[in-house]
């Protein structure tokens, strides 16, 4: 979670299990220099997939009306939607971030689902607050 005035990472570490098969191919590809690292290929493999369902995502995102990126919610945006007596439905694909000054109860008053593709960013009261609104 970012700390406030610090900038939200621009990663996420994620873990996965490959069969030894496959992580010796791997090692031989970075050893005979193809790949500068086992990330380095990951990555790439990664990107390439992404590349290859591009229109799909397009698509989804668009069918779907996914905010794309990075986007943040301000404690002052979340008052002015209380204060219109209205409710969030937050569709974000990549990264959310509740500001640190949002409290628990505002989030909760003013965010009626919360559907993040990626990461969300906000403190563990929000979090707590909005578990039952994360699809």
């Known amino acids: 979670m970012s700390t406030v005035g610090s900038r939200p990472p621009e990663s996420e570490k994620i ?32 990107r390439g997939q992404l590349d290859r369902h591009g229109d799909a995502v397009k698509q989804l995102v668009s069918r779907r009306k996914l905010e794309l990126g990075l986007r943040t919610y301000s404690r002052q945006e979340l008052e002015a939607v209380r204060a219109a007596g ?8 990549g990264l959310a971030v509740i500001a640190p000054d949002v409290s628990g109860e505002l989030a909760r008053a003013t965010i009626g689902s919360l559907q993040i593709l990626g990461a969300l960013h906000a403190s563990d009261e929000v979090k707590k607050a909005l578990e039952d609104r994360m699809r």
């Open 15 to 46: 873990t996965t299990n490959l069969g030894l098969v496959d992580l010796g191919q791997i090692d031989l590809l970075v050893r005979e220099g193809f790949y500068s690292n086992r990330t380095d290929f990951i990555r790439t493999a990664i």
């Open 86 to 93: 209205e409710r969030l439905d937050i569709q974000v694909l």
